[in-house]
């Protein structure tokens, strides 16, 4: 059978789909990027057996909003980019300045658990990798009164398709060499086959939930560690600042986020106050008076 060839984009239909993914996702397209919009949902064009990106907004809009089509127009706009232990700043203030002040108040029964809020954890490497550092953490130190259930993560994505491979917890060779360092490999995997699988003590101290961060956080209840990391970087500034309100509403007080590498809560500073960790940077919410 011969391949069909992908339709044109047309501005319009450019225009269009790019309000809905906007809306949708808050996933910015900018104007010079519509190749980005033909190229990622050409695969649905043939999918959904239509002829053009006209009929596929159509559809679209029709469509139940956490309906199957969306969930796949979902997967093929966002970019699930991430490696293990990305960026050497969150685990050296986990390691620094953070566990060993939640183990402290742990062990001396000031607090009885830690949640911490993994905000766009794409396909897992980045829950699974505070997961490791806070296990690694209590063993080395050997902290028999702090038991690893004390922490609650919980990661959450937009993307249903990253968060079925987040959830399994099984890496082909390509993803599992991707910042992965191997006495983490020889500690926290078992190889089966041609995969590594995170081994269940660490697969259990996740909580993997879909969640689109333009909803309220209400449900979510508060979090000691909130990790937002290279997603902010897509969104408008608007929904930008919105996203850091809810944030500092949702952090306990003394609470930490802890953006992506190249990120920062600038136009937020009203907000968040900076917290130096070596040569790495954490925030923390100003308290809700002095905002
Ligand atoms: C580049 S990955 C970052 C993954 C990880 N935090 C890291 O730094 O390695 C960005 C993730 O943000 C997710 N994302 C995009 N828009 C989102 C939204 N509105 N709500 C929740 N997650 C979203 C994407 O699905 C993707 O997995």
């Not at 000031?110 to 490497?125: D, E, L």
């Not at 910042?179 to 993997?208: H, N, W």
């Not at 600042?241 to 003394?254: G, N």
Request: include cysteine.
């Amino acid at each position: 059978m011969k391949a069909r060839t992908s339709p044109e984009l047309s501005n319009d239909e450019f225009e269009l789909l790019r309000r809905l993914v906007e809306e949708r996702t808050g996933i910015l397209v900018s104007e010079r990027k519509s190749y980005l919009i033909a190229s990622r949902f050409a695969s649905l064009i043939e999918e959904e057996g239509v002829d053009t990106f006209s009929e596929l907004y159509t559809r679209a809009r029709a469509a139940a909003p956490d309906g199957p089509l969306m969930d796949r127009i979902v997967d093929a706009i966002t970019t699930n980019e991430t490696l293990w232990f990305r960026d050497d700043g969150p685990w050296y203030i986990l390691r620094t300045a953070l566990l060993p002040r939640y183990c402290a108040e742990l062990s001396e029964g000031r607090r009885n658990r830690v949640r911490i809020w993994s905000a766009a954890c794409s396909t897992g490497q980045e829950p699974y990798s505070v997961a490791m550092t806070i296990r690694e953490f209590i063993q080395d130190e050997g902290l028999v009164s702090v038991k690893p259930e004390a922490f609650e993560i919980v990661a959450t994505d937009i993307s249903p398709q990253a968060l079925e491979i987040a959830r399994r917890g099984a890496y082909d060779q390509m993803a599992a060499s991707r910042g992965l360092p191997p006495q983490y490999a020889d500690r926290f995997f078992e190889s089966s086959g041609s995969t590594i699988e995170v081994v269940p003590a660490i697969k259990s101290m996740v909580r993997f939930q879909r969640f689109n961060l333009q909803q309220s956080f209400a449900l979510l209840g508060r979090f000691d560690l909130i990790l937002c990391r290279n997603v902010l970087i897509y969104f408008s500034n608007e929904l930008k600042l919105e996203i850091f309100r809810k944030i500092a509403s949702a952090l306990c007080p003394e609470g930490a986020l802890i953006l992506g590498g190249s990120e920062s809560a600038q136009g937020a500073t009203r907000l968040f106050q900076m917290v130096r960790s070596g040569r790495h940077l954490y925030y923390t919410a100003r308290l809700e008076q002095e905002r």
